[in-house]
């Protein structure tokens, strides 16, 4: 089935360097959600998007990260300048209705995994 | 604080067995709350909405205490594919945030 789709799935990269890592949502949905996860920890939000804007971008750590959304489809999410700390996995989700409405339900890509040496 | 809380485990039950998550969130003016379930080295994914009247789905109950500001979750009779990380969620910012805490996790055995 076609669901939320991430790309690369495995990035490893030199300190220092930029990355982009892309998140294709569920067709339809409107919300689109990063997240991140570090090796044993919980997920840790990062941004918010109801179609193209971004009404909730508080959980970017940096302004080394930035994210965008074209289409109300396509996003993707910018590291710039990477750092070690910034190694984790990179979850994206799509929501059909805002999220904590009567559904809330999360679609979860599969993450995109990025090492930073 | 963590916004989010819960005890990170590990649960360690046999099979057959019942047993019991507690989470804690520390915004009063969350609005709703789930549960998913993350397998190793996988995706999360939802296993259940909270209600405020308490709700069932087969072996999983869950409950929410708002004075209390805690969820529960209660799995009956565990098997062992119940066997996973379990994510208490809830809404913030005007519902529109879901805050994960960072998970129990559960491993039941033979």
């Known amino acids: 089935g076609a669901g939320v789709s991430q790309s690369p799935s495995n990035k490893v990269t030199e300190k220092g360097k930029d990355v982009e890592l892309r998140c294709d949502p569920i067709s339809g949905h409107t919300a689109l959600y990063w997240y991140r996860q570090s090796l044993g920890q919980g997920l840790e939000f990062l941004i918010y998007?109801?179609?193209?804007?971004?009404?909730?971008k508080s959980g970017l750590p940096s302004d080394r990260f930035s994210a965008e959304r074209t289409g109300g489809s396509v996003s993707t999410l910018t590291i710039q300048r990477t750092q070690q700390e910034d190694s984790a996995v990179y979850l994206c989700a799509s929501s059909l209705e805002i999220a904590g409405g009567t559904n809330g339900e999360l679609f979860f890509g599969e993450g995109s995994r990025l090492t930073v040496l | 604080r963590k916004e989010v809380e819960q005890d990170p485990g590990p649960f360690n039950v046999p099979e057959g067995a019942t047993v019991a998550f507690n989470c804690t969130y520390s915004?009063?003016?969350?609005?709703?709350f789930f549960w998913y379930r993350q397998d190793c080295r996988k995706e999360p994914k939802l296993l259940m909405s909270?209600?405020?009247s308490g709700n069932e789905d087969g072996r999983f109950t869950a409950q929410l205490n708002r004075a209390s500001q805690y969820i529960s979750l209660l799995i009956r009779d565990s098997k062992l594919s119940d066997s996973a990380t379990y994510l208490c969620v809830a809404s913030t910012g005007g519902g529109n945030k879901l805050t994960f805490g960072t998970g129990t996790q559960l491993k039941v055995e033979l």
């Open positions: 909270v209600y405020s």
């Open positions: 915004n009063s003016a969350s609005q709703s």
């Open positions: 998007f109801q179609g193209n804007s971004a009404p909730d």
